[in-house]
């Protein structure tokens, strides 16, 4: 569903149609779809860890540097679950906003390829040469 609401954002059709369409998109992608997932899915849980772990060990040391908290502080392992559950949370939030506009521009490329034959017309220089030097490594 999440690919329908892309492609219904992307087109302006209804869900149903977009639906049917993105099922379809999604199977002529297929390869550059599982590379690109694979690689956004890697790159969010390392994402996800990094920020839970740096926002835990900051708040470990803010708790116990700043005389006003160590003192009244029993013991820090239960503010530090909370750092790290409310961390885990807002980081996953943030990272599934980064893979829905991967997804997007993904479906924006695919769709682009679509309506030219196979070529890309509007698309940054700067992309473009990014796409044609690792052509090789998207699609074999």
């Not at 990094?50 to 835990?56: D, K, M, N, R, S």
């Not at 392992?77 to 961390?87: E, M, R, T, V, W």
Request: hydrophobic fraction near 50%; proline fraction near 3%.
């Amino acid at each position: 569903t999440r690919n329908s609401f892309i492609l219904m954002a992307i087109t302006g059709e209804n869900f149903c149609k977009s639906a049917h369409h993105a099922f379809y998109l999604a199977i002529r992608i297929v390869e550059t779809y599982a590379i690109t997932n694979g690689v956004c899915h890697l790159i969010m849980i390392f994402a996800k860890l990094l920020i839970t772990g740096a926002c835990t060990v900051m708040g470990f040391y803010m708790i116990t540097g700043i005389s006003q908290f160590a003192d009244n502080l029993f013991e820090p392992i239960l503010p530090c679950i909370i750092f790290a559950i409310i961390s885990y949370v807002v980081s996953s939030l943030f990272m599934d906003i980064l893979g829905i506009s991967a997804d997007t521009l993904l479906y924006c490329y695919s769709i682009e390829l679509d309506l030219h034959g196979g070529s890309v017309k509007s698309c940054p220089p700067g992309l473009m040469e990014f796409i044609e030097q690792y052509r090789w490594f998207i699609y074999g």
